[in-house]
């Protein structure tokens, strides 16, 4: 046997060894996400809306703050800031039903225009289709809709309770909501009681540091929603779409789902564009999504979401894409916070300056505190000691 082939039957054993070691973590690994995913999607109806309230609670958390820095009880400040919010929320929707159904009555006479059009379309343009033609098609529809008029009541039967889950989502929310604002940090010492005592402070800083992320993100994404439907907004207006506050209050609601949600709520518009003023509309209205879209993917995200939770463009885009697979909406939305947090938390533990420090001097209400003072410092002890820069002499 040559020296090689001893070589080489000294190295498989090794190599065998180490990817052993690496399969059967792997696949400890994967069975235990397998089980928290499972759990998490059994109690979704609790989960749910327990994160719905951690986002809100970390968007109105700062407002609580402030007045308890101003001696209002927390308490009052907490009330305070619930009956605004709501009151908030609701003048906004009691606004944008409003205007709804006020232009309802002209989108109905356009839609019966473009009808009309494109009734006149078929009869008289390359198609030639009889006015017999049409009929036939017209009732082959309302043929359709009678034979599957037990799968339409089934599903209008499943949207309802659908409702009714949501109803008692929303409460839970509201429930849970008014505790995180009141008693956030003592929920979350209590919590951490169960962290061994030798490494306690560390999981505390790491989940104050995951809060910070928590609440730089929700800024961010709301000043990039208000910039997203102020610019769907001005061109539909531009352009005299009908409907352009409950359009853009779609829009500006869609922009909590980074990167798509938008896109989705402005294919709106452009339908209702399409409908109302015809192609050269929404082709503009279409024009106009696009730039809003690239103001938002190259100014704003790396500006305002970048600096705010440090992931980058593509961590975002797989993470709405996984969530949106595995939780459809609900995943979609919550996916980048998670991300987020979990991305803020691990760079505290792996880092050498959070070893030492006091749990309360991070501050989760500053953007500074999302991340700690050394964040390459893992990275060069992984590259070791000959990768540090060499100081100036």
Do not use: C
Not at 275 to 291: D, F, N, Q, T, Y
Request: aromatic content about 6%.
């Amino acid at each position: 046997m040559s020296a090689q082939d001893s070589d080489i039957s000294n190295r498989v054993p090794r190599l065998l060894r180490v990817s052993a070691a690496l399969s059967w973590r792997f696949v400890v690994i994967i069975a235990a996400l397998y089980v928290v995913a499972y759990v998490f999607g059994f109690l979704a109806t609790i989960v749910i809306p327990v994160a719905i309230a951690l986002l809100l609670a970390a968007l109105l958390s700062p407002a609580v703050s402030q007045l308890v820095r101003w001696r209002v009880p927390r308490g009052v400040a907490t009330t305070v800031v619930l009956i605004g919010g709501i009151g908030a929320v609701g003048g906004v929707l009691t606004f944008v039903i409003t205007e709804f159904t006020r232009g309802l009555p002209e989108l109905e006479s356009q839609v019966s225009a473009s009808l009309d059009a494109i009734r006149k379309w078929l009869h008289d343009g390359p198609l030639q289709l009889s006015d017999l033609q049409l009929q036939n098609y017209l009732d082959q529809v309302v043929k359709t809709v009678k034979e599957n008029q037990s799968a339409i009541t089934s599903g209008a039967l499943t949207t309802a309770a659908t409702v009714g889950e949501v109803l008692t989502g929303l409460l839970l929310a509201l429930f849970t909501l008014i505790f995180f604002l009141h008693d956030g940090d003592g929920i979350w010492r209590f919590m951490t009681r169960a962290v061994p005592s030798d490494v306690r402070d560390r999981a505390d800083v790491a989940g104050r540091r995951g809060f910070a992320s928590l609440v730089s993100y929700v800024r961010a994404t709301a000043a990039v929603a208000v910039v997203d439907a102020l610019g769907v907004g001005i061109g539909l207006a531009v352009i005299g779409v009908p409907l352009v506050v409950p359009l853009s209050a779609l829009v500006f609601l869609g922009a909590f789902i980074p990167i798509i949600g938008a896109v989705v709520t402005g294919v709106v518009a452009v339908l209702v564009a399409l409908v109302a003023k015809g192609p050269l509309a929404a082709l503009i209205v279409l024009a106009v999504l696009i730039g809003v879209m690239q103001l938002e993917s190259h100014v704003l995200q790396p500006i305002l979401l970048g600096r705010a939770v440090k992931l980058h463009p593509l961590a975002v885009v797989l993470a709405i894409t996984t969530g949106l697979i595995v939780g459809g909406i609900s995943g979609a939305l919550l996916a980048v916070p998670l991300l987020a947090v979990l991305n803020s938390g691990v760079r505290s533990l792996l880092s050498e300056s959070d070893a030492d420090i006091d749990p309360k001097q991070v501050d989760v209400l500053k953007p500074q505190d999302t991340g700690p003072a050394d964040d390459d410092s893992d990275r060069v002890e992984e590259l070791g000691e000959d990768s540090k820069p060499e100081k100036k002499k």
